[in-house]
């Protein structure tokens, strides 16, 4: 139990192109789905955190404009990186919570966005 | 300001071996505190986590983390590693209302283990 999926697994896009990346929670009703960056060899950066039917919850430093998330269901949410440039190359990675198991999130594959 | 340790970037054991993956944290409260563990291709999965009780707990794959609140560690440990368990490791802090709501990781450590 418990499954996120995310998709893609991987794209590449031209520069100024917008991409949308979908995470799904595929077992469970998830009240709240976090984002993430992953840069190489580094850590988990959070960017941003949803609840279903509310607005995102930006860390610092996250442009809002540029990552536009929504979690319009329970199983749904997408990040959509808005006119990416070659810096917004990343791993992104997101997770899900569900209302019954409050206290661990569930991590997708993770989406592998070059920027050319 | 909540902060996640893991000193060691690269360790590599023998299949076998006993190992012992460092974490030391920063926070002001009580801390809820995460084991995951990512393979490529794979998302993180959660090898254990301590909220309270008994500072030992045991996780799946045979891992085991102990808290020790003195130390401001939470040691990630296996006695006998298999090749299967190389991946990389990380750390994790919760912080926030709740206690639970949003992880802090650390850098990781990268896991190899030698036939």
């Known amino acids: 139990g418990a499954v996120v999926s995310q998709h893609p697994s991987r794209v590449i896009c031209k520069s100024g192109t917008s991409v949308k990346i979908e995470c799904r929670s595929l077992?469970?009703?998830?009240?709240?789905m976090f984002w993430y960056r992953q840069f190489p060899k580094q850590s988990l950066m959070l960017m941003a955190t949803s609840n279903e039917g509310s607005k995102a919850t930006y860390e610092q430093g996250v442009e809002k404009d540029k990552f536009l998330i929504n979690h319009a269901s329970l199983t749904l949410s997408t990040l959509t990186v808005t006119s990416a440039h070659p810096e917004d190359s990343s791993f992104y990675i997101c997770?899900?919570?569900?209302?019954?198991?409050?206290?661990?999130?569930?991590f997708g594959p993770g989406t592998r966005l070059t920027v050319l | 300001a909540q902060s996640v340790t893991q000193p060691d970037i690269h360790i590599t054991v023998s299949e076998g071996a006993s190992l012992e993956l460092r974490c030391n944290y920063s926070y002001g409260a009580t801390p809820y505190l995460f084991w995951y563990v990512q393979s490529p291709g794979q998302g993180l999965q959660l090898l254990l986590k301590y909220f309270s009780g008994d500072t030992l707990v045991q996780g799946i794959k045979g891992f085991e983390a102990e808290f020790k609140r003195s130390q401001s560690s939470f040691n990630l440990r296996k006695p006998s590693v298999h090749w299967s368990d190389a991946a990389e490791y990380f750390c994790?802090?919760?912080?926030?209302?709740?206690?639970?709501?949003?992880?802090?990781f650390g850098a990781g450590t990268r896991l190899a283990v030698h036939p």
């Open positions: 997770s899900a919570r569900g209302s019954e198991s409050t206290d661990t999130q569930y």
């Open positions: 077992d469970f009703q998830a009240t709240t």
């Open positions: 994790a802090v919760a912080r926030g209302s709740g206690g639970y709501n949003k992880l802090i």
